[in-house]
């Protein structure tokens, strides 16, 4: 069954990346037609719109976009592309599942963290003030209805997937009414998930046990700062940003993109890794009921990381995004 999709071609090392993931889905046969816009800061210099109104229009009738990283200025006059896309389409389920490859070595073996961060809310939901020259305020928000549904995305994904337990990270001892309500909520839902065990921890004491107990972290469920800043420190125990895919569900849209970001630093270079924004694309390949090329796709991408020959520099090797993603290719 063919599938049209909206596909961001963002900037940085977006256009790169983007560029060997469609040509991998082509060579796996994924059956998609594509409808691509260029979003970003060079797109705004041109047309006056980081985003243009026919990219909005595309995503609200083919509801799956692929999205690859955009820059976000830093700065006032700029808000994030990102933080916009997902509160505007109610993307309130991000998942990012840090998995070890046995290929990529690195000091942490067998981790399997997949971790839910809610999306729309808490000190991202972009109420600041400046009260005086000397004084800013930023608030946090948490809401009963934003709470329970990432929760229960996280447990929903436990029980269906047979994972055992799923951890509340949070900081309630000091935030005690917003986090406090966080957690509790966290307890009210685990109750209809019976076979699902659930506990809760703090948040500055699970960045220290990521770190020396990675193994004993299952389903991770938490507000949206710490959930970016700890989904961060998850890509690097599994060798790194460019292997952490990720997913952006709402009721209505889906958006797949890579957990990191433009990487200016290495942008044009053609060294960038498309690792996580493929296996994002493989999410996003599962979500269409195109299981089948998703595994084919990761079994590729598996041989090639085994072989070892054909690596970018962020996982040792020497190879370009061209040559690692012409392997996949020869391997599909
Ligand atoms: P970054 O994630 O772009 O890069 C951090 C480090 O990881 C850099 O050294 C970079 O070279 C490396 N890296 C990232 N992805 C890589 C890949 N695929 N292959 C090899 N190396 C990779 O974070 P940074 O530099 O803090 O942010 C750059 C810009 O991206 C900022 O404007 C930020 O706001 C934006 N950003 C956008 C995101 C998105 O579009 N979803 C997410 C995160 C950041
Ligand atoms: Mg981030």
């Known amino acids: 069954e063919k599938n049209t999709i909206t596909v961001f071609k963002g900037d940085g090392i977006g256009p790169e990346i983007t560029d060997a993931v469609l040509k991998i889905l082509d060579a796996a046969g994924a059956g998609l037609e594509y409808e691509i816009f260029r979003v970003g800061a060079a797109e705004y210099e041109e047309n006056g719109a980081l985003i243009p109104e026919a990219g909005f229009a595309s995503f609200e009738k083919n509801r799956v976009l692929l999205k690859s990283p955009i820059t976000t200025p830093l700065g006032t006059g700029f808000r994030s592309l990102n933080v916009m896309l997902r509160k505007k389409y109610d993307l309130y389920a991000n998942m990012r599942p840090a998995r070890s490859n046995s290929a990529v070595k690195t000091p942490f073996e067998n981790v399997d963290i997949v971790m839910f961060r809610e999306n729309t809310e808490d000190l991202y939901a972009g109420v600041e003030t400046q009260v005086d020259q ?41 935030m005690k009414i917003s986090d406090g309500l966080f957690r509790d909520i966290f307890y009210e839902v685990s109750k209809e998930y019976p076979q699902v065990q659930a506990e809760d921890k703090i948040v500055d004491n699970v960045a220290m046990q990521l770190v020396m107990q990675p193994q004993k972290f299952d389903v991770i469920v938490t507000e949206n700062l710490y959930g970016d800043i700890l989904s961060d420190l998850t890509s690097g125990l599994i060798g790194g940003l460019g292997l952490l895919p990720s997913s952006n569900m709402g009721e209505d849209f889906a958006m797949f993109e890579a957990v990191h970001g433009s990487a200016p630093d290495i942008a044009g270079k053609g060294i960038a890794n498309p690792t996580a924004f493929l296996w994002s694309a493989c999410m996003m390949l599962e979500h269409l009921g195109k299981q089948e090329t998703a595994v084919k796709i990761r079994r590729a991408v598996d041989e090639v990381l085994r072989q070892g020959t054909a690596l970018t520099p962020d996982l040792g090797g020497t190879a370009g995004t061209k040559e690692y993603t012409e392997e996949i290719i020869r391997q599909l």
């Open 134 to 174: 000397d004084t800013a305020h930023s608030i946090k928000i948490i809401t009963r209805k934003c709470s329970e549904r990432i929760i229960r995305a996280a447990f929903g994904y436990a029980q269906k997937n047979g994972r055992k337990k799923v951890t509340c990270v949070h900081k309630a001892n000091i």
